[in-house]
């Protein structure tokens, strides 16, 4: 991590200018919670995003995809319980009544407004709630209002997600906050998440476009819950330059520290989706080192932790590190089996600590050798149950390819996995 970033509380509102709310519309009708949320920047900001790669867009999807393409951007509302998935003319219809419905209510142009929606795919979204609140909602928003907006994204999340980190460039202070939301249908190349991210940094629009596609690559597309990528996936970023600091509008230094405050934030939500997985108990972390070069030891990574056998494992606290191998042999990527090794580690018998901000910090720990070479070892099979039965594991697995690491994470699969998603439309 980059020597000045530290941790600030705020999420999404922790940026100068940025305010956020929550409220509840009742898309859902068991819904008890806020279901629609929405931040404002009192300056016009630069703006990117990225979308899911699944041919089957929701419609708040294709909306935003046209209303960002200008790179500027004012506002965003999200709701949850509904996806707005499937639902033809009338759900573009619907998609652009909540953005209008936004920008109303805050003086902007329908334009000026990011879209988004989660929940049941094929059912028409009752816009005329969201419309019924908005006015309520917007003269709510607030700095603190984060922590309503952050629970109105949740679907099947058992926590909210959010950190804010803040750096200095040129003397000044810069502040990126973020929020999202994830649990399941999520696998490579994001999934059913929802991701905003806010910053007072001072940045041009290509610059921005050009960090966030570079920042995803090694956090949020490093992420595999159960395979599905889902119609609905966003990840945006908006920039009001409020931190005044000088416009980046090249690669050079201060981009590249805006860049590791970027990587920061998202690796920790990616973490933090991977952790939360449907019915998951534990999270999962490969890192691949030696590889021979970094998408490599990225892809290798990402199909381990893809593959339902080795997750199944992981949920069993079986050491099983033959269906690792096997994942590493169908990737399709270049590595030398003969000159492979195998670890499992965890905070076992470790000490913990917690930093205000941060997860809890871990001093020790252990870790177990399983396959040495290319040849099987003959492992404490206690000790390895024991590792395994942390809330957090991981998988090294140490090559002699190359000099690139790259890390994934994911979760075990369990049965309330099955259980979550075997009623989720009733």
């Keep these: 991590m980059q020597s000045d970033i530290r941790f600030v509380e705020g999420g999404v509102t922790a940026p100068a200018g940025f305010t956020a709310n929550g409220i509840l519309c009742r898309i859902k009708e068991s819904r008890r919670t806020n ?44 709701n949850s319980g509904n996806a707005n998935a499937c639902t033809g003319k009338q759900g573009a219809e619907n998609a652009y009544r909540m953005a209008k419905s936004a920008a109303d209510a805050l003086g902007l142009s329908p334009d000026d407004v990011i879209v988004c929606s989660t929940g049941v795919i094929g059912q028409q979204l009752p816009v005329e709630k969201i419309e019924a609140k908005m006015a309520e909602l917007a003269a709510g928003l607030s700095k603190k ?14 926590h909210y997600k959010e950190c804010a980190v803040q750096f200095t460039l040129g003397g000044r202070i810069v502040t990126i906050g973020t929020m999202c939301k994830g649990s399941g249908m999520i696998h490579i190349n994001m999934g059913t998440m929802l991701g905003f991210i806010t910053t007072d940094c001072a940045i041009s629009a290509p610059m921005l476009d050009k960090a966030l596609r570079e920042s ?27 931190a005044e600091n000088r416009e980046i509008t090249e690669a050079g230094a201060d981009y590249d520290a805006f860049l590791a405050a970027l990587d920061e934030v998202n690796t920790v939500m990616a973490k933090k989706i991977a952790a939360d997985g449907e019915g998951a108990s534990r999270l999962i972390e490969c890192t691949v080192d030696g590889a021979k070069d ?27 590190w033959g269906r690792i191998l096997c994942a590493l042999g169908y990737s399709g990527q270049s590595f030398t089996p003969e000159k492979t090794s195998v670890y499992f580690s965890s905070s076992a018998g470790a000490q913990r600590y917690f930093t205000p901000g941060q997860d809890d910090i871990v001093n020790g720990g252990q870790k177990i050798k399983v396959f040495d070479h290319g040849v099987p070892l003959d492992f404490d099979e206690e000790l390895a149950e024991k590792i395994l039965s942390e809330e957090a ?22 049965y309330d996995y099955v259980k979550i998603n075997g009623d989720y439309r009733t």
């Design 35 to 78: 279901d629609t949320a929405l931040i404002f920047s009192e300056k016009s900001c630069t703006a990117a995003g990225v979308f899911t790669q699944n041919r089957v867009q929701a419609e708040s999807v294709k909306l935003t995809k046209k209303n960002i393409s200008d790179g500027r951007m004012q506002a965003a509302v999200a």
């Design 145 to 158: 209002g984060h922590e309503e907006a952050r629970v109105a994204i949740m679907t099947t999340d058992t």
């Design 216 to 242: 995803i690559l090694g956090t949020y597309n490093c992420v595999s819950i159960d395979g599905d990528t889902s119609t609905n996936d966003t990840l945006t970023i908006m920039a009001n330059g409020m």
């Design 294 to 320: 970094v998408p490599t030891a990225r892809a290798l990574a990402k199909e381990v932790i893809g593959s339902n056998l080795v997750k199944a494992a992981m949920f069993g606290k079986d050491a099983n």
């Design 393 to 414: 594991v991981e998988i090294l697995v140490t090559m002699e390819d190359g000099p690139a690491e790259g890390r994934a994470w994911g979760c075990d699969l369990t």
